[in-house]
């Protein structure tokens, strides 16, 4: 019995960083959707492919450095900071794949798997380099 109230004296902590993690995963998801000039989820819902594979990356993106800073932070602060690194990094990823891509709002209201791909891919790459720089 000793062991399970061990085990349980970390659920403060870990309710506290679940939390702050889930409302800063919804923050960028509510963020992200409203910096792209198109509508991913009514996309989604007229079976999109492109919109779907572009925002599973974003937020795949974002959780990988986002789980990183939860691991690696010191204290809730320290975490969500890290985390808003992370929000920021997903963002400017966009940008500049929204430079690169002639027409790449186009391409992904139209469905074209290739510029959601290659968005997919960089969000991911570059998560998961931010999220292994956060080893301090």
């Known amino acids: 019995m000793n062991n399970v109230a061990l085990s349980l004296a ?3 902590s870990f309710l506290l960083y679940f939390a702050l993690g889930l409302a ?3 923050a960028f998801f509510a963020l992200y959707v409203r910096v792209t000039p198109y509508h991913e989820l009514e996309l989604i819902r007229e079976g999109n492919v ?4 572009s925002l599973a990356g974003a937020l795949l993106g974002f959780v990988l ?3 990183s800073a939860i691991v690696h932070s010191v204290s809730a602060l320290d975490m969500i900071v890290w985390g808003i690194v992370a ?3 997903q963002i400017v990823v966009y940008v500049v794949v929204s430079r690169l891509v002639p027409r790449f709002a186009e391409a992904i209201a139209a469905g074209r798997t290739a510029a959601a791909t290659l968005l997919a891919a960089l969000a991911l790459a570059v998560g ?9």
């Open 128 to 136: 998961v380099l931010n999220a292994a720089s956060m080893t301090w």
């Open 10 to 12: 970390g659920l403060p």
């Open 65 to 67: 450095p986002l789980a």
């Open 24 to 26: 800063l995963f919804a």
């Open 50 to 53: 492109a919109a779907a594979i």
């Open 87 to 89: 929000f920021v990094v």
